[in-house]
Every structure is written in structure tokens, then in C-alpha cells.
């Protein structure tokens, strides 16, 4: 398996440390109503909730280019740079995310949607 294929698998996982970041701590958590539970959180953790239900959204496109990817033959280092730096980009952005500094966010999101694209185009 490539390093692009594993940072697909890293892709997936990574919205759930976010997510058991929202729900440690603080008042109790509530398995009955997480949904619920969780739009009630506030601070770090209700950011850390925003930031997973980014990273289940980033996901699909992400995962899309890097098959597509592989299978248009494009280079394989390239496919492996761009994947590791999305992967760099989402941790850092949920960092920011949970810092609660939203331009750095922003730009660290644009960094990472921009490999998506980048993976899209090297398969041209």
C-alpha cells in the first residue's frame, strides 16, 4: 500500500481525536443524545466538535483524489507529498481550530483543500 493510501486511512481516523476531545471532560457525557450533548458543549471542546464535523466533510474529496490519482498514473512521490501535507494541514487546522485563532484556520484549510486540487490536476 502506498503512503497516499495509508494518509486515506489517517484522513478517516482523524476527525475522531477531535471527537473524543469534545466529549472528554466537562459535564458528562451523554450516549443517550450525543448529537445533543455535543452542540451544547462550549469552548475548546465545542470547537473540537466543529473541527471533526470538518474533517468528515474535508474527507470524501480528499479520499477521491488520491484514487483517482493512482489510478490517472500519476507520479508517485507527487501523490505521497501532496497526501502527507492534506494530512499536515488537517491536524494543524484542527490545532487552530481548537487555539480559536480562525484566520490561521482558514488559510491552513485553503492549504489543505489546495492539495486536494493539486491531487486532481496530477492526475491530467
Not at 8 to 29: M, N
Not at 46 to 74: D, S, Y
Not at 96 to 124: D, E, H, Q
Request: proline share 5%; charged share 10%; net charge positive.
Amino acid at each position: 500500500m502506498t503512503i497516499a493510501y495509508w494518509s486515506v486511512l489517517a484522513a478517516a481516523l482523524l476527525p475522531y481525536i477531535f471527537t473524543l476531545l469534545a466529549k472528554a471532560g466537562g459535564p458528562r457525557y451523554n450516549n443517550y443524545s450525543p448529537r445533543e450533548f455535543l452542540e451544547k458543549q462550549q469552548g475548546y471542546r465545542k470547537r473540537a466538535h466543529w473541527a471533526q464535523l470538518n474533517g468528515f466533510e474535508a474527507f470524501p474529496p480528499f479520499a477521491a483524489a488520491v484514487i483517482i490519482a493512482h489510478q490517472a498514473g500519476a507520479v508517485q512521490s507527487s501523490i505521497d507529498t501532496l497526501a502527507l501535507a492534506f494530512i499536515a494541514c488537517r491536524i494543524l487546522y484542527g490545532v487552530m481550530y481548537l487555539a480559536n485563532k480562525p484566520t490561521l484556520r482558514s488559510l491552513v484549510w485553503m492549504a489543505g483543500i489546495g492539495c486536494v486540487v493539486a491531487l486532481f490536476v496530477s492526475a491530467a
